[in-house]
């Protein structure tokens, strides 16, 4: 996840839980930005340093344990061991099929009919 993802994700936040201040407005949007911008850089390294220690770069496990690993960050932000476990099971089912779907090549649409 980038940096502008992240920005996207904030704004969805801010505006689906609507702070009262300004000021609350922009520690919301900090700290949701962090946080997922540290999601995506845990889950950047640990899907690398799995890849390197199996010695299998192109495995769909490690893109499992990178987003299990991110899925446990959020858990431990949120100091939720329900959400944690929730978020390691769906973030590393996610990517472990997003990177099935690209090495097989599946088609979640076609091309724009213009």
Partial sequence: MDYYQSLVGSAYHIAAF???SGLAVLQRASSTTVTMATMGAIFGMVTCLSA????KPDDPLNYFIGGCASGIFLGARTHSAMTGTSACLALGTLTAFTKVGKMEGWKLAGPPKL
């Fill in 18 to 20: 609507q702070p009262a």
């Fill in 52 to 55: 390197q220690a199996r010695e």
